[in-house]
Every structure is written in C-alpha cells, then in structure tokens.
C-alpha cells in the first residue's frame, strides 16, 4: 500500500514538472524505483493527464503555461477600415515607439478598482489593448486565467518579455479571435476611444459571456489633490478636452447590444516618482508623439522645468504624485448567445 501511494504522488510530482511527457516512459522510470509494474503506474498517470485535459477543453481556459488555448477561435479578419479614422488609428499606433518608457513611467490601476470592476468568479478575463502589460498584471492577480490582446507588435513584445507567463494575441478589438461566449470579463484600460464602432463592441459583446463583465478604466493624475498638475494636463493633451470628459461621461456603446446600464466608481493613490520620470510619461501621450521627435523633446524639456518649479519633492528627490482611475463596467445580458461557435 505504502508503495501504490509513493507511486502515485511520484506520478503526479513529475507530471506536474514536465506537463507533456509520455505516461508509460514516466510510469517505466517511477517503477524501477518503487518497485511497481510501469503499465500500473503509467496507466494512473495518463488518467491524470487526460483528465486534466478534459477539464482544459471543457472549460475553454488556458493552461498554466499558456500552451493550450481551447477558448482561441479562428483568426478574424477586420472589416474595410474606415478612411476617416486613419489619423485616430495612426495616433493609437505611436505608443510603440515609446514602448519602454511609456512600460516604465505609465500607472497601473489599483487592484481595489479591479475588484470593483470585475466580477465576484473570474476565471478568464481578456486585456483588451493591453499595451505592455501594465494593468494586465493587475489583472493576472484578480482572475484565474489572463488573456492579453495587443494590436501594436512592439508593446506586445514587451508584454511577453514582461510577462512571458500571460498568452499573448497580436489582434484587434474589432477582429477578436476568440470563440463566443467564453470570457468572464473584458477589461479596457484607457483604450475605448480608440476602437473602431459599431465593430468592436460587437465582438465584446459575442465573446463575453452572458452576465459577463465590460470593464472600461481610464486612469490619470488626480489634478483636484495637487492644482500644479493641470499645466502638465495641458502639456500632454495640448488643446484636446476629450481625455476629461472621459472620466465624466460613460462610453459609448452601439446602439442594440445587450448590456445592462453603465456603473462607474471612482479610486485614488499616490505614487513615488522622480521629476524626470513624471516629465517622461508626460511625452507618452499620443499628441505628444505624433508631433514629430523635435517637439516631443522640446515638450519634456518644458515639462522638467515645470515640474521642478513647482512641486515639492522628498528628502529621497521623489515627488508625491497623486492619481485616480474611473472605472465603468456594465453586464452582458444573461440570455444565451444563438448560434455560438
């Protein structure tokens, strides 16, 4: 008895570690130690292994190490772009070339805003836009299983060098290749304004399932807390209103989608940072970007200047910068998807 068990805990110790080796070469190998015929201990560990891949396929999540992804569907192509939104397209596409800097000065959400936004049971959730990966992180610790959908080749190769234990999708909000009905919740950080509708909330809309969670995050500074921080608003946003009105108004979904009426709440935090870091994230601003090298340095140097006047740093030289994130999130209708592939 006592050898059956060392067996079988052996089994399942090596199984564990290797994740794709051949059952009766393990069950060979255990037995010459134990004692214990290889067909006995090869067919327990071949259970195990296809039970957990049953499992696997039947709930349509990833694997621990990302190799198996029964909730992937056939690659979607996007419709026809539209022409009038070329500039909005290449302003949203410019992030990439700042990918380091925009990793490593960029916030990231608070974890208390995503167990505010997220469903109570998440077990896969999709970061859609994801960037770097910095809220994807966040959201790796608040769901089971992560799914990160980037469309600019550049920050999602930061994101798997990041985060190489998170399956990473280069794709887009509006060709989501992804089976329906299949995600807890989708989670936008501070990227709704940049996909294209009636599209893209279509394909949130097919592949959440029903009672599932849109979650849509726009974070910034807190500029009410510190008064100073509006001449940096200013400096990254130029004459654009739109990123304010963002945390005022709830985005806007195609009419016709089954989700339920917006929610919204409010988070605050502070975070340390250095007078060159804070002028850094200030040129990881699209207007900033798509100006053209010459002013994005002119633009930080501004930046600096300003910031040494007017904040008042630590002991350490860091300054107390204060921001908020508004979180929306809305649930998909309950009722079944037809047709669900």
């Not at 798997?160 to 989670?187: C, G, K, M, N, Y």
Request: proline share 8%; glycine share 8%; charged share 20%.
């Amino acid at each position: 008895m006592l050898r059956a068990m060392v067996a079988v805990l052996s089994a399942l110790s090596v199984l564990a570690s290797s994740g794709d080796s051949g059952g009766l070469g393990i069950g060979a190998t255990i037995g010459l130690f134990v004692g214990i015929p290889a067909g006995v201990v090869g067919a327990v560990i071949a259970a195990v292994y296809l039970g957990s891949w049953w499992h696997a396929r039947r709930s349509g999540v990833p694997s621990e190490r990302g190799r198996s992804l029964p909730v992937l569907g056939t690659l979607r192509l996007p419709e026809e772009p539209d022409p009038s939104g070329v500039a909005r397209r290449s302003r949203a596409r410019s992030f990439g070339l700042v990918a380091e800097e925009y990793d490593q000065t960029r916030p990231a959400p608070p974890l208390l805003a995503l167990h505010w936004a997220l469903p109570q049971r998440c077990e896969l959730a999709l970061d859609l836009a994801a960037g770097t990966g910095i809220a994807t992180r966040v959201l790796a610790r608040r769901a089971r299983h992560v799914v990160a959908v980037e469309p600019d080749a550049r920050m999602n190769r930061l994101l798997h060098e990041r985060s190489p234990q998170i399956t990473t999708i280069t794709a887009t909000a509006e060709a989501l290749p992804i089976r329906d009905a299949r995600l807890d919740a989708v989670l936008v950080c501070s990227a709704w304004h940049w996909f294209t509708q009636p599209n893209a909330g279509q394909e949130i809309s097919r592949v959440l399932r029903p009672g599932g969670v849109l979650a849509v995050l726009y974070c910034g500074l807190d500029e009410p807390a510190q008064r100073w921080l509006s001449g940096l608003a200013t400096m990254r946003h130029g004459a654009d209103t739109a990123p304010g009105a963002r945390r005022r108004q709830p985005p806007r979904l195609p009419p016709g989608l089954p989700f339920a009426e917006w929610q919204q709440a409010t988070f605050h935090w502070n975070r340390q940072m250095r007078a060159d870091e804070l002028a850094t994230w200030v040129c990881t601003h699209s207007p900033v970007l798509t100006a053209g090298p010459t002013e994005k340095t002119r633009t930080e140097t501004r930046a600096l200047e300003y910031i040494r006047a007017h904040s008042e740093p630590g002991q350490d030289g860091r300054i107390e910068v204060p921001f908020r994130v508004t979180c929306w999130r809305a649930y998909r209708d309950p009722t079944p998807l037809r047709n669900s592939r």
